[in-house]
């Protein structure tokens, strides 16, 4: 079946530094969506990104379809930033539901 | 905004109990699913519906069933629920399979 692989797992930084989370998918995909799930367990939509960048205050994503990456910057975090990133992809071979990466848990210290 | 909402947010219950779990989605979208969320298994498929009265298994259906009598409601049943059941379940709705799918708060299941 479809891979989705998340890098780093584990990540810890100070308040104010920048990031960037990577996700590698292993077949094209009809959708890709980033996730960030907050210390109550919610899902909070980041960006639906198939392809290309988007931005979103100090959020941004980049997908590149054509070699099976996508990549989410943070810049300038802060303790609220803290919890667990998903990427998660739909792909045919998958039966077009949605497949999660590991995740990418993000600490930021004060 | 859409809005996926679920009956509970912390759910105790007995083992061999019967257990439902509420989702209700804001937006008129037709597919809707349940996810569990487990330690180092991530998120795995139980069921999704993709129309009213339709269903299909995922990934892990044993042990659930589901019931979607009206379009924004997809209802997630335990049977007779075992220790094992407990987890994070989470319900998710789209419009479509290839368009953005988005997460009701959850319920933590706790089965004793």
């Known amino acids: 079946g479809i891979q989705v692989e998340q890098s780093p797992p584990d990540l810890i930084l100070q308040e104010g530094a920048n990031s960037t989370l990577r996700c590698n998918f292993s077949d094209s995909v009809n959708n890709l969506q980033w996730f960030h799930q907050n210390p109550w367990g919610q899902l909070i939509n980041l960006f639906y990104i198939p392809s290309g960048t988007k931005q979103n205050g100090r959020l941004s994503a980049t997908t590149v379809a054509t070699e099976r990456y996508s990549l989410l910057y943070i810049s300038s975090s802060q303790t609220t930033d803290s919890g667990v990133y998903f990427c998660a992809v739909v792909t045919v071979k998958a039966g077009n539901m949605l497949t999660f990466g590991g995740g990418t848990r993000l600490m930021v210290k004060p | 905004d859409v809005k996926v909402t679920q009956s509970s947010r912390y759910l105790v219950k007995r083992t061999g109990e019967k257990v439902f779990l509420e989702c209700v989605q804001d937006m008129d979208h037709e597919n809707m699913f349940w996810y569990r969320q487990d330690p180092g298994l991530g998120l795995r498929l139980i069921y999704f519906s993709y129309d009213v009265k339709m269903k299909e298994k995922g990934d892990i259906p044993e042990g659930y069933s589901v019931s979607r009598e009206k379009k924004e409601r997809f209802s997630l049943i335990l049977e007779s629920a075992s220790t094992n059941q407990t987890s994070m379940y989470l319900c998710?709705?789209?419009?479509?399979?290839?368009?953005?799918?988005?997460f009701g708060p959850g319920t933590r299941l706790t089965v004793t």
């Open positions: 998710a709705s789209t419009p479509g399979l290839y368009y953005e799918q988005y």
